[in-house]
């Protein structure tokens, strides 16, 4: 009764064609609410639809205004392909007019050219597209002429040179020769003359022969003084050669490398070969090899007077600290063992 009801009241309106029922009642509250979240989710999905249809019919729209745009030339290139044409037609007519003045000059050069040919045998010719002028005859006849008689020269005149060289011109043709290549003249033998001999002249040559023998042989045996290592590092010490008795003082660095002086001669660094070290300095003058140093003499320079080290706590030589801990009384001591 209730949609009748309802339905009555919608034709009464003027409403008959739409739905009269938008309300169903339920007698359970549970399946009224299972219904309206249905219908709630219904509604949202419907809404989340009627969005991506609106959205995707304004890309569509956007899409063919953009085709169109694209479609439509701009008035820029229509005047571009406009003269993009012109300048074609003009060059078809530049090249009909060129191709037309080379036909017409190729038809110059053919009226007017003159071929002549050789032909398979040889010493003839073949008929040219044109007969031969009597001045072109005459000049091919002279050509053949000046090659007969050169070729005749070519022929005559050895024969002409040997008859010559061994018939009545032998004797003058020899005579030039002679002239031109002379016979080398004779060396003698150098003359040897004895002169005295003097034997003590060669004994004293060979006395000095064997002095200076000696004095090499002494300077090689010389003895090459031999430092002895040792455990202490930054102290100088008065220590002896390990192979002479003569006295020397040293000063050990961390690296292993030493600085000496000794008597004779300035100070001297031993430099350990076994760390690896930069570029030598200018005042370092490399003297020889000992065991696993490399020996430099210090001529001049840094650490080269003992002033340097008595007024400096340490010196840098090649990167190695060496200190002067105990070098003032080590000096004196050297000095007084020097004397």
Known sequence: MQM???????VMTGHGHEEAVHVVYLKSNEQTVVWKKKCQQLEEQFTELKQQNEELE????????ELKQKATPSDDEKNYKQMMEEDMQALR???????????????EKRSDSKEITKSELPGQLVAASQKLTPAVASQIKAIGRSRYWA????????????????????????????????????????????????PSENEEDENKKTASTENLQSAEKKIVPVIQLSNEVGIWQLMKFANTSNYYISVRSE???????????????YKNTLQRSGRMAANLIYARDERHFEIYDIPYGNGSFAHNWAKSKSLLINNEYFPNNNFASSYSNLQQHCQ
């Open 93 to 107: 007519r530049e090249n009909r007019r060129l191709q037309s003045k080379v036909d017409s000059l190729r038809l």
């Open 151 to 198: 070729r005749l020269a070519v022929l005559a005149i050895p024969i002409a040179l040997v008859w010559i060289a061994m018939g009545p011109g032998k004797e003058p043709l020899m005579n030039v020769w002679n002239s031109l290549n002379p016979p080398p003249q004779k060396v003698s033998k150098p003359s040897m003359r004895l002169l005295h001999h003097d």
């Open 255 to 269: 690296k292993g490398s030493y600085v000496i002086k000794s008597c004779e001669g300035d100070f001297q660094y």
């Open 58 to 65: 304004r890309k569509l729209k956007a899409a063919r205004e």
């Open 4 to 10: 009748l009801s309802q339905a009555y009241e919608k």
